[in-house]
């Protein structure tokens, strides 16, 4: 689960509580009151802590500029993007305490009349082929909103993105650049541009830790291997690549070389006004979760709280789309199928349903036959897929405390599978007879199953779309290849060598819906 570190007292103005606690003083009463309204919300409270105290237990001692502000440790839900950060909990919770309701997102028209365009031209196929972008306009920035903007990428970053290699963000100030925009893909040498730069704070202000310059490909990914220890693991993303992603502006600017780094001339700043977001990838639906999470989090910065203005954005094959889509999706769930599931049908009824989703952020209304309840689901809430999930919502919304214990009223007697009660009996045996069991590989190259083993093919191997190595390019069909590796790799141990496996062999199979079996 990740964990997401907040200020209390900013979580606290956020949420318009303080249970009872007072401005920057510890407050043991505050904290078992948030603990416990992270339980009932189906969170939890990690830990009370500061920056301060965090450093001192990690490297003995803490930096003179360290916080003393009281940190709240918040564990998440892996797949609750939308709490990764202090704007997507602190919304969360006055909506589950019924202070406001779900926000509705909306596009805003360009000021031009007409929108922005990105290109995405043919040969970024080959390397990252989406593309989605989003602006948001007349945004406020401060040094807290600030750092939460910057957090939340670097969390969905380690999370739903795969640390860059499957999603990346790039964010920039578009007053400092011009569309429309291209998305290319580019030798690395081709690819000139002042990286953004490193910065120290000194004081109240940030500054650059080297004078900039500019850069190829090559020297960049040089220069990152020696100084920046932080973009430096994710260099290999790009490194065997022949051509390197880039996004240019209608005046040849350099805004981002995905996913490694941005442009230094495009950099968002507190003074920054309109905010370019774009988001590259290699699956398509990842791509539109994190633009949902990063335009839904900090839209209500915008002069038009929750406001976006979408960009056109023109794949390789001409056509053309807009994003982000913004629109919701809607689910019918019966009734009954949630009471029942959730054990309460002494305790909830079908017109107290649709209340406990809509406290859960998700909009519900009842039909009249009272059998199903209709589920509006935002953009923020990717998590919500099945009928369980509503029902888990529900079960959350009513309070896993206030559901009623009870025994099953059937009683169930497991046993184990007959393969492997006999597997294990075999093993058993074959040990008791003195020969040592051995556990190998289920893949193994190709040659492994053919030429090594005096055959000119083996029709029946299920091959790996993708292998990282030669020596996992199938599945094996005999388990005799991974017997003479071992024998092989053993020769100075005194004969005989009295070895067996019992396991499985990976097969093709037509009848099978995926083709192969085990």
């Known amino acids: 689960m990740p964990t997401v570190s907040v200020v209390r007292d900013e979580l606290f103005e956020k949420i318009g509580e303080n249970f009872g606690a007072k401005p920057e003083v510890p407050c043991k009463e505050a904290d078992d009151k948030f603990d416990e309204l992270c339980f009932e919300f189906g969170v939890e409270l990690d830990d009370v802590t500061s920056e301060e105290e965090v450093q001192r237990k990690e490297t003995g001692k803490a930096s003179a500029n360290a916080s003393k502000d009281i940190l709240y440790k918040i564990d998440v839900p892996a797949n609750r993007y939308d709490l990764l950060c202090i704007e997507g909990i602190a919304r969360s919770f006055r909506v589950f305490l019924g202070k406001e309701k779900a926000p509705k997102f909306h596009a ?135 051509l390197w992603p880039v996004i240019y502006d209608k005046n040849r600017r350099v805004l981002s070389l995905p996913p490694i780094i941005n442009g230094e001339h495009s950099k968002i700043t507190l003074n920054t006004k309109n905010v370019l977001i774009e988001v590259t990838a290699t699956d398509a639906t990842k ?53 029942d599931s959730v054990g309460v049908r002494d305790k909830l009824t079908a017109d107290g349903v649709a209340p406990l989703l809509t406290k859960m952020s998700l909009t519900s209304v009842l039909a009249k036959d009272k059998s199903k309840v209709t589920v509006t689901i935002p953009i923020t809430r990717s998590d919500i897929l099945h009928p369980c999930d509503v029902m888990e919502d529900a079960a959350i919304g009513h309070g896993y405390n206030n559901i009623t214990v009870t025994l099953p009223k059937v009683s169930t007697e497991g046993y184990q599978q007959p393969l492997n009660k006999l597997t294990d009996q075999l093993r058993r045996e074959i040990a008791f007879a003195g020969f040592t069991e051995v556990l190998t590989f289920s893949l193994c190259s190709r040659s492994e199953v053919t030429e090594m083993l005096n055959l000119k093919e083996e029709p029946r191997a299920v091959g790996i779309e993708n292998p990282k190595t030669v020596e996992f390019e199938v599945g094996r069909t005999t388990l005799l290849v991974g017997i003479l590796k ?26 099978k819906d995926v083709g192969a079996k085990n």
Do not use: W
Request: net charge negative; hydrophobic share 35%; glycine share 2%.
């Open 486 to 511: 071992i024998v092989h790799n053993n020769r100075h141990h005194p004969v005989p060598l009295r070895l067996f496996e019992l396991s499985d062999v990976i097969l093709k199979d037509s009848q």
């Open 108 to 242: 805003s028209a360009p000021p031009s009349g007409s929108l922005q365009k990105i290109t995405i031209l043919p040969d970024t196929q080959k390397v990252r082929p989406i593309l989605v972008a989003a602006i948001l306009r007349n945004f406020t920035f401060n040094k807290k909103n600030y750092k939460s903007f910057i957090d939340l990428q670097e969390k969905l970053h380690q999370n739903i993105c795969r640390q860059r290699s499957i999603v990346s963000i790039g964010t920039h100030d578009l007053d400092t650049i011009e569309g429309p925009f291209t998305y290319e893909a580019l030798p690395r040498q081709q690819i000139k541009f002042i990286p953004l730069q490193p910065r120290e704070k000194e004081g109240e202000k940030e500054e650059v830790k080297e004078e900039p310059r500019s850069m190829n490909g090559e020297e960049l990914f040089k220069h990152l291997r020696d100084k920046d220890s932080h973009l430096k693991k994710f260099l290999p993303l790009l490194d065997d690549e022949p």
């Open 287 to 339: 791509a539109e979760i994190v633009l949902n999470m990063m335009v839904s989090m900090f839209s209500e910065y915008c002069a038009d709280a929750f406001s976006v203005e979408q960009v056109e954005v023109v794949s390789s094959n001409g056509k053309s789309a807009v994003t982000p889509p913004l629109t919701v999706r809607e689910m019918e769930v019966k009734v009954d199928y949630i009471i």
